[in-house]
């Protein structure tokens, strides 16, 4: 886990809800991204006042910086929820940041410098850095 990560498990959520949203919008979505999200929601302690909330909001794809940079940070926190990075959470994240209109393979170039940065090492402050430093390349 993140050291000192001081994260609103809401907004994480949010981020959740919102990639949740966009891959169920998949003609196909494969059973082992599905088997991801759900682990993910277990982790985050999602449950069914959450999920009543989520027919109330409408699921967006963050098209700001700001939004986008939030949306990459939750992904790296969810990753990181058991503090074992799978290759398919990573496929997820990828295929997220896709959507969010990123570059595939610099998308993948950020999840992969970042898991092996050490993470339990890593402060709130470095991954964040570290996601508006990837921004800049993609001249987001």
Not at 36 to 65: M, S
Not at 79 to 99: N, S
Not at 114 to 133: F, P, W
Request: glycine share 8%.
């Amino acid at each position: 886990m993140i050291q000192g990560s001081g994260v609103d498990i809401g907004k994480v959520k949010t981020s959740y809800f919102n990639l949740l949203a966009v891959m169920m919008t998949s003609q196909k979505i494969e059973s082992k991204y599905i088997r991801c999200l759900v682990k993910w929601g277990i982790q985050l302690g999602v449950n069914v006042e959450d999920l009543k909330e989520l027919e109330l909001i409408n699921a967006t794809i963050p098209t700001d910086k700001a939004g986008r940079l939030e949306a990459l940070y939750h992904l790296i926190y969810m990753i990181y929820l058991d503090k074992v990075v799978e290759d398919v959470e990573l496929e997820v994240a990828t295929a997220y940041a896709e959507k969010l209109g990123l570059q595939k393979e610099l998308v993948g170039d950020l999840f992969k410098s970042i898991a092996t940065l050490g993470y339990d090492n890593y402060s709130v402050r470095d991954v964040h850095k570290e996601v508006e430093d990837f921004l800049k390349l993609q001249g987001s």
